[in-house]
Nanobody
Framework: QVQLVESGGGLVQAGGSLRLSCAAS????????MGWFRQAPGKEREFVAT????????YYADSVKGRFTISRDNAKSTVYLQMNSLKPEDTAVYFC?????????????????WGQGTHITVSS
């Protein structure tokens, strides 16, 4: 079992930056690929970014490519999402998720564990 706790959400103006953190506990963190997903009000959950066990492979949704950066620190059992040039359409609840195995995935149903989510509101 893996427990995931996100932090770093809040209110930010358009063009601003935030960094989300997701702290993991319970199992060896490096055994898991990690992902960030988000869900806006009235919309389905969507993929944001994913990173493999070592941090050497990363993929992003087209909507955030060039603005968001996913990274991980296995010594701290933490995955991060640096979000720059934020837009009002980035407003959502952001979730981190852990996937058993080393490989990345953009599919939410391939993740085994989820955090409770953290709210991001980007004002125009």
């Amino acid at each position: 079992q893996v427990q995931l706790v996100e932090s770093g959400g809040g209110l930010v103006q358009a063009g601003g930056s935030l960094r989300l953190s997701c702290a993991a506990s319970g199992r060896t963190f490096s055994n898991y690929a990690m992902g960030w997903f988000r869900q806006a009000p009235g919309k389905e959950r969507e993929f944001v970014a994913t990173i493999n066990w070592s941090g050497g492979i990363r993929y992003y949704a087209d909507s955030v490519k060039g603005r968001f950066t996913i990274s991980r620190d296995n010594a701290k059992s933490t995955v991060y999402l640096q979000m720059n040039s934020l837009k009002p359409e980035d407003t959502a609840v952001y979730f981190c998720a852990a996937r058993v195995g080393p490989s990345t995935s953009a599919r939410g149903n391939e993740y085994n564990y989820w955090g409770q989510g953290t709210h991001i509101t980007v004002s125009s």
